[in-house]
């Protein structure tokens, strides 16, 4: 009887047991995308440099058009700059998971991980991606793109304007709203001088800054308003502090694409930010290692008060490029973005 009542009893059983495995299993394949999401943010706290691109980049599709980094050594110097690089503190460790961006889909197919745009349009792929298509300019065979991250400063900014203007080249710079703030007539003389204007955040604070999307985009809204305080017009280009490497997670590329900013990383550095001050020389040679080979390029420089080897270094740089064969470019959304590909991971 005992033996008859387990027999009836046996298929719910089972058919129980099989219920709760199903649904502890679900709830562990959430886990790993919760990591995912959370790295992106522990990243930051413990690189502030970019990695060495070389290795990585080989499992990932490449683009001849948009050559990646060529070595960490070519990563953001900002570190070095008079701002607040030097001592990166690190960021709340569940900040992330505050994050009400949309996760990513799991399960099924993937969407293949694709970290830069064509210069067609077609945005970057990657699983919980969504930017939109561009369209993007002609451009010549051979163009460079000079940056200049942190300023303005009176001590660099004015110098790099005549040497720009005696060279005849065109560049961009990256602003911090906090020197905007300060020093609102250096940034209208680079407009005014037709140079090209992007928002680098309010604090560059990688603490503040990479907080979360959130934080990121308010930062960023900040200093939007006061350059169009003082220039009469919004940028809807941005670099982000140190560069995307590290720092950005696919929610980060989302927030940034959704408020209808383009973000530009590099893949030439002149490598001044490697030390408080680098020899023109080695500017010079950090330069000349990278170019070569680099059909468009957009090269990391700083104007920030302290990097006055830079300005040093300039106009042997424009004649370089000049020699090579280079035209120069103002970045406005027009132009295709170079982007690390590390933060399309997750
Ligand atoms: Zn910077």
Redesign the pocket.
Known sequence: MRIKQWQTWRVPLVLLALLVSVTLSGCQSVEPVKAALSSGTNDSAERTEPPALGKDASEIPQSPEIPQPASADST?T?QS?P?S?QSPAPPPADESDNNPSPIPPFGGKQTPIHPFYELSGTPPSAPGLAMRVRAFGEEPQKIAYLTF??GPYPETTPRILKILKDEGVKATF?V?GKQVQRYPDLLKAEYDQGEGIGN?SYS?EYSLVYRSPESFLAEIRHTEELIYQAIGTRPHIL?A??GTQGHFHVNYYNAVDAADYLVYDWNVSIGDADAALVPTEQLIHNLESQVPGKSRIIVLM?DAGAKLTTVDALPQIIDYLKRQGYGFGVITPKVAPVLFPGGFHG
Do not use: I, T
């Open positions: 953001d900002e700059a701002l690089e991250d942190d990256f911090v680098h560059h670099r502090p140190g700083h």
